[in-house]
């Protein structure tokens, strides 16, 4: 298994300011995926984290909006920019390995804009 | 592109009844699915997953779901359930050891 650590676990911000959430995994894994619950809503995928080189954004997010990094195999930051009270949501790190079937979610960042 | 249909937004059912939650996929040669839930206030957590062989998957608090590939299904059943066991319960699907695509989820409301 895996332990996620999110932070932070939740905020409240300015409408047009940006928020960076850190994901830290206790292991090296494979692959991390950045999601996004709505209030009331299901996880929505935004984009694959990759090593190394740019994130694969799912249709419907730009990396302009959501610049994601993942320097090494531990570790990858979601930036939500620009932000608008539409962001708010819970945004939730997610990472799995290539030989695991399943996949370990952190307890996600709770983003209040106002 | 792999999707999951979750028929129903909202079930209720009496405490102690039977409750059924539908899920649908899209077919692929190889499909991993999953069932996931979600407590009130709480963060999502693993209910159980069918990867191969056996049909009929079953978790730790009695729920079951049932593979059947010929109907592109994966129901979630309980026989009795419990106030305990109200959650929203997220069906979800994935190509092996890629992204988890997860439906729109049920919210079961047990009633006293």
């Known amino acids: 298994s895996a332990v996620i650590s999110q932070k932070p676990s939740r905020d409240i911000c300015q409408r047009g300011t940006s928020l960076t959430i850190q994901c830290q995994v206790d292991s090296q894994v494979t692959m991390m995926f950045w999601y996004r619950q709505q209030p009331g809503q299901s996880l929505t995928l935004i984009a694959t984290?990759?090593?190394?080189?740019?994130?694969?954004?799912e249709s419907g997010f730009v990396i302009d909006k959501f610049p994601i990094s993942r320097p090494n195999l531990t570790f990858s930051t979601l930036t939500v920019s620009n932000m608008s009270p539409e962001d708010s949501s819970i945004y939730l790190c997610?990472?799995?390995?290539?030989?695991?079937?399943?996949?370990?979610f952190g307890q996600g960042t709770r983003l209040t804009v106002v | 592109a792999q999707s999951v249909t979750q028929l129903d937004s909202q079930v209720p059912v009496f405490e102690e009844a039977p409750v059924e939650l539908r899920c649908n996929y899209s077919s692929s040669v190889s499909v991993y699915l999953f069932w996931y839930v979600q407590y009130p206030n709480q963060g999502l957590q693993l209910l159980l997953k069918?990867?191969?062989?056996?049909?009929l998957v079953e978790s730790i608090n009695g729920f079951e779901a049932e593979f059947n590939k010929s109907q592109t299904s994966f129901h979630l059943r309980k026989p009795s359930v419990h106030i305990s066991d109200t959650a929203e319960y997220f069906c979800?699907?994935?190509?092996?050891?890629?992204?988890?695509?997860f439906g729109k989820g049920t919210r079961l409301h047990i009633l006293p």
């Open positions: 979800a699907v994935s190509d092996p050891y890629d992204k988890i695509i």
């Open positions: 069918y990867l191969s062989g056996s049909t």
């Open positions: 984290a990759n090593q190394g080189s740019e994130a694969t954004y």
């Open positions: 997610s990472v799995r390995q290539q030989s695991s079937t399943e996949a370990f």
